[in-house]
């Protein structure tokens, strides 16, 4: 009774604030956004006409949750982070040091709101170097708006559970992207790997929040370890090139890794 309470009390709320569950899955909403912080989020970015409804969970990760979501009869994904359980630890490591956020307070909600801002900004620059992500259209709090991957409300799948075509290709389209990130918009990825690569026709690439600026002190050693990941999935599937060859191809020869660094 107490669970079927705190849902009508939540479905109130958000019916106060104007925010519009759109279908059968309110449960899962629930569970995952019901706080004070997430709703006044919401709020502010349903009266900014940012959003107009919230859906069912499309997926539900380690940091955060991705709901189907309305913004001007259009679909789009709203990346919510949790305010209570989210690793505001990690996260710090992949913000110290970014020279964006310097002045950034290590407390959870302040780290937790920046990493939203910092996953906006980060979609925005390889967005607009042409690098196949999200659009990013709006974030409050801890709620980022974005371009829904997809057909018909079903996500793209994960790269690692497609048939590709041309495995070989693929690769190389990868491979060009992390160039793209680096040389154009000025990022390194730094969790590059099968779970963040979804394939509609293409591979887009995804989860850009720990993304870094490649003058990060860190950025090398993120740098060899996206394309390591990338090898070594690919390796499977075609033949992949030396990590070195496509260390200097990204870099343009700016960051040159010594085979006997076994932590790179």
Request: proline letters at 4%.
């Amino acid at each position: 009774m107490g669970a079927d309470r705190d849902g009508r009390d939540f479905d109130r709320k958000l019916e106060e604030l104007g925010v519009r569950i759109k279908d059968e899955d309110a449960r899962k909403v629930r569970g995952e956004v019901f706080d004070e912080v997430t709703l006044l989020a919401l709020y502010r970015l349903v009266h900014k006409k940012k959003l107009s409804s919230v859906g069912g969970s499309l997926s539900t990760g380690k940091e955060a949750n991705v709901f189907l979501g309305e913004r001007n009869e259009k679909l789009v994904a709203i990346k919510i982070y949790r305010m209570r359980t989210a690793n505001f630890k990690a996260m710090a490591d992949y913000i110290i040091g970014d020279p964006r956020f310097v002045s950034v307070r290590r407390t959870r909600k302040d780290i937790v709101f920046t990493w939203t801002r910092k996953e906006f900004a980060n979609l925005k620059r390889a967005y607009e170097a042409g690098v196949p992500v999200p659009e990013p259209y709006a974030f409050d709090r801890n709620i980022l708006i974005m371009e829904f991957l997809g057909e018909d409300e079903v996500p793209a799948p994960q790269i690692r559970y497609v048939d590709l075509p041309d495995p070989k290709a693929t690769y190389r389209e990868v491979i060009g992207y992390i160039k793209m990130l680096y040389q154009e918009a000025r990022l390194v990825h730094g969790d590059l790997s099968e779970f963040n690569i979804l394939w509609m026709d293409k591979p887009y690439i995804i989860d850009m929040g720990q993304a870094v600026t490649r003058d990060h002190p860190n950025a090398g050693t993120f740098l060899i370890r996206d394309i390591r990941n990338v090898n070594r999935f690919f390796s499977s599937l075609c033949d992949v090139e030396d990590e070195e060859v496509l260390m200097d191809e990204v870099t343009g020869g700016a960051i040159r890794p010594l085979r006997e660094k076994k932590d790179w």
